[in-house]
Each structure stands twice: as structure tokens, then as C-alpha cells.
């Protein structure tokens, strides 16, 4: 899996290339409402003709992009992730990934020592 991320602080643009079994979603605070962007989940190296495109966003201050392993939504609902994200979208980036680790730990139980995700909460300022 493969995410690249670029964010233009004087424009506030993010811009992102994906690969693999990676997501995204984009919390924007004006509307209070979410963006999905699914990942393809092929793999890096497995085919030499897959595309990799670029996705360009312009975020605003209070905006928040989670990137996330597709894996985490195999046993973890997304509507409760945007749930947890819109219900601690005042807190800082750092805290809501808190919540939502230990959201994600109530959800998945005693395998969650075995449990192969990954996330990011990146909140725009």
C-alpha cells in the first residue's frame, strides 16, 4: 500500500496519489458532511498496467482527511467512523484518532492485537 500526500498551505489544496488497499475520507466542516474516495486495492507492483492517479481537493480549515487501510472497514463500519469523526470534530486530529482507536477497540474485542489496520486523522487548520 502506497499514499502520497501533498498539501499547498498558501492555496490550501491537498493533493493525493493512492495505491493498494487505501481510502480516504474527507470531513468538510462547512456542509457537515462527508466525501468517500475508495481505493482500487491492487497492489503496488502486482500488474504493470494499473493506473495511479492523482486526486486533487481544496480543503479548508476545519476539514478533516482520514486515509485509511480498506482493511479497517472489513470489520470496523464506516458510518461509525464518520459518526465518531463528526461527534469529536472539535478536538484535535491527535485526540479524535485517540477516540476513534479506542472506538475501533470496543468494536473488534480481544482480536485486536491481530487486527491489521491502518488510519490517519489529519485535521486542516
Do not use: H, W
Not at 469523526?85 to 473488534?108: C, F, Q, T
Request: include cysteine; glycine fraction near 6%; charged fraction near 30%.
Amino acid at each position: 500500500n502506497l499514499v502520497a500526500i501533498k498539501f499547498n498551505l498558501t492555496e490550501g489544496t491537498v493533493q493525493f496519489c493512492m495505491t493498494g488497499a487505501f481510502s480516504f475520507l474527507i470531513y468538510d466542516r462547512d456542509t457537515d458532511t462527508f466525501e468517500f474516495i475508495l481505493g482500487d486495492d491492487k497492489a503496488l507492483g502486482t500488474k504493470e498496467f494499473i493506473e495511479y492517479k492523482n486526486r486533487d481537493y481544496c480543503l479548508k480549515s476545519g476539514d478533516i482527511l482520514v486515509p485509511y487501510t480498506n482493511i479497517l472497514t472489513n470489520n470496523y463500519s464506516l458510518v461509525r467512523m464518520m459518526e465518531v469523526i463528526k461527534e469529536n470534530k472539535d478536538l484535535s486530529a491527535r485526540d479524535i484518532g485517540d477516540v476513534l482507536e479506542k472506538d475501533i477497540m470496543n468494536m473488534v474485542g480481544t482480536d485486536y492485537k491481530d487486527y491489521k489496520y491502518a488510519f490517519q486523522v489529519i485535521r486542516i487548520q
